[in-house]
Every structure is written in structure tokens, then in C-alpha cells.
């Protein structure tokens, strides 16, 4: 199991709910991931069209846990107002902060991250900041009250995969017993695989299913993957070395020269 | 009165953010409000009272990453 502040999940996939061809198919990517945890988030809802409403009713059927976000947000002040609507709308304290620094690589203002951070958490919420690979940054997060870290693979949507190896292996060496929870970057199954193997403890993937030609089978092949990485991880890996060494025996073999 | 409602000029007669909510179609939403850019609670919008040119959000869950 997965401990997550006061929550528990067996599922390390954790699925964004954004970008997918309809809601019909959204809701059985979801089954397909197998996913506890799904993202949402706040939109202006039109008094006629109230979209949000029928959005609403499909998350609730599907019984997970949601985890509101705060995309969009490039201030302290917008983040945190958003937040305190999140709480009301969804009634969950858990919230997946975002405050975006720069357009072009939707890179987190880590400044402002942090303050945001520290005046959620000082609010009660359970604050699960969207950062970079940063371990001064991790840092400063866990001292304001952070209990979970998601360090990006990549920049969101780009599906590249995890940019900066060992910055997120020395991340994950630096904390050993906070849940680190790979967010955003990620394109395929074998990313996801690789970071559970390398002791990341979840990831968040939304638009490499969302976006696939078959977003239902590319849900359960994601599934699979984190299965794996996980698995793999507790099996202990073993080391990478930079020369052979034979998996025959060696003594015992002929001379026929 | 007109006030900017998600963007766009509505012209509504309630006088606060209650009845206003209801005369422009949110009655039994599941919608949360800000004000100006500060949060309004549920519980605060019966007594929040609106103004000419006020800028009200109405935001609701929608699909996000």
C-alpha cells in the first residue's frame, strides 16, 4: 500500500482526467489503469451549459479519490484561492499544487511553490506540490509541512520521458521515506516502468493515455508497466557495471583450441 | 445592474451573490464563487452583497492533469 498523508491506495498509476476523445472513454481508461486516484480541476462553468455538472456526476460514479489541481495558476495568491475553492467543491484537503514559472516548459515558480505551500499546509490542506527535481527545493517543501513531493519527468505534456536521470535518482537517494510521486513528462509504459524501478514510489500520467490512438489499452499497458517497475524495484535491481562478466560458469569449460 | 460574470457583462437585478447565482441559471450547482479575485464560501454568499461592475468567477470540476 501506498500511504499518502491520511490516505492509503494500492494503485501507483494515477491518472489525469484531461484531453481524452469523450467521457465514456475517459471513464474506462480509468478502470483500464485500475487508477484510485484521479486529477481534476476548476473551470468556469456556463450557467447554461454547466458542463462541470455532468463532469462531476461521471468522477463520482467512478469512486475514486480525487486530487483537485491548481493548473494555471502562476501567483501565490491565485494558487491559494484556488485551492480554498477546490476544498469547497470537491471536500477533500488534498491538493496538487501547481504555480507555473514559465510558459514555454510549464516549469514550476519554485519561490512561489514553496510560500503557497507553506500557507496551505499551515491551512490543514495536504499539499502535493508539483516541483522539480530540486533537492534544496524538496527540502524547503518538507519544512513547509509538504508530505508528498511530485517531481516532473519532463515538462508536462511532452512526453519525454524522465530528462534528468540522475538529478531524480539523487532525489530519490536524498529522501528515502517521502512518497515521491513522478508528475508530468511521461510518454510511455516503459518511462513509468523505469521510474518505479528506480524506487519512485507512483506516477501521474494524463495526456500519454489521454492523447494515444487507443487511450483504453494504452491506460492498461500503463497499468502493467507500473506493475512491473514496481516489482522489479522491490526484487532489487542489480548493479549496472561497464564490462562484462560472463553468466556462464567459466570453470569447467573445454580446451578445444 | 451589470456585473462581468467568467469574462463576459451580465446584467442581473439580485442584489446579492446568492440570488444572482440563481437568476443566471447555477441554482443546485455544484459551482464555488470568487469575488473581485477572494474567495466566497457557500455560507458567505447570501450575505455577500454585489455592486455595479463587480467581477464574479464561477468555476465548476472540470477535466484537469
Known amino acids: ?257 | 445592474m451589470k456585473i462581468l460574470v467568467n469574462g463576459a457583462w451580465r446584467e442581473g437585478r439580485a442584489a446579492n451573490l446568492s440570488g444572482m447565482l440563481e437568476e443566471l441559471g447555477y441554482r443546485d450547482a455544484v459551482v464555488s464563487t470568487a469575488l473581485n479575485g477572494e474567495f466566497v464560501p457557500v455560507r458567505e454568499r447570501e450575505a455577500t452583497a454585489l455592486r455595479e461592475g463587480d467581477r464574479l468567477e464561477v468555476l465548476a470540476p472540470m477535466q484537469g492533469g
Not at chain 1, 455532468?54 to 501565490?76: D, K
Not at chain 1, 496551505?120 to 509538504?146: I, M, Q
Not at chain 1, 508530468?184 to 494524463?206: I, M, T
Not at chain 1, 487511450?215 to 507500473?226: D, G, I, N, R, Y
Open chain 1, 1 to 257: 500500500m501506498l500511504q499518502l498523508y491520511q490516505g492509503a491506495v494500492r494503485s501507483r498509476l494515477l491518472l489525469g482526467s484531461a484531453r481524452y476523445p469523450s467521457p465514456a472513454v475517459l471513464a474506462q481508461a480509468v478502470r483500464a489503469a485500475r487508477a484510485e486516484i484521479v486529477t481534476v480541476s476548476l473551470r468556469r462553468e456556463s450557467g447554461g451549459e454547466r458542463s462541470g455538472q455532468a463532469f462531476w456526476s461521471l468522477i463520482r460514479e467512478l469512486g475514486v479519490r480525487v486530487l483537485p489541481n491548481t493548473a494555471g495558476c502562476h501567483s501565490v495568491k491565485e494558487a491559494v484561492t484556488t485551492a480554498h475553492m477546490a476544498r469547497e467543491v470537491f471536500g477533500t484537503p488534498w491538493i496538487k499544487l501547481e504555480v507555473i514559472g514559465e510558459d514555454d516548459t510549464l516549469q514550476p515558480d519554485v519561490f512561489g511553490l514553496t510560500e503557497a505551500a507553506r500557507i496551505l499546509g499551515a491551512e490543514g490542506y495536504e499539499v502535493f506540490p508539483y516541483t522539480t527535481e530540486d533537492l534544496v527545493v524538496a527540502e524547503k517543501l518538507l519544512a513547509a509541512g509538504c508530505r508528498v513531493l511530485m517531481p516532473w519527468g519532463a515538462p508536462i505534456g511532452s512526453g519525454r520521458g524522465l530528462n534528468n536521470l540522475l538529478g531524480l535518482r539523487t532525489l530519490r537517494a536524498h529522501f528515502p521515506g517521502v512518497p515521491l510521486i513522478i508528475d508530468a513528462g511521461l510518454g510511455l509504459p516503459s518511462h513509468a516502468a523505469q521510474a518505479l524501478e528506480l524506487g519512485f514510489d507512483a506516477v501521474l500520467v494524463n495526456t500519454a493515455v489521454a492523447q494515444a490512438a487507443d487511450p483504453v489499452k494504452m491506460a492498461a499497458a500503463f497499468a502493467q508497466a507500473v506493475e512491473a517497475g514496481r516489482a522489479a524495484c522491490e526484487a532489487g535491481p542489480i548493479e549496472s557495471r561497464d564490462f562484462a562478466s560472463p553468466s556462464t560458469p567459466v570453470p569447467g569449460t573445454a580446451l578445444l583450441r
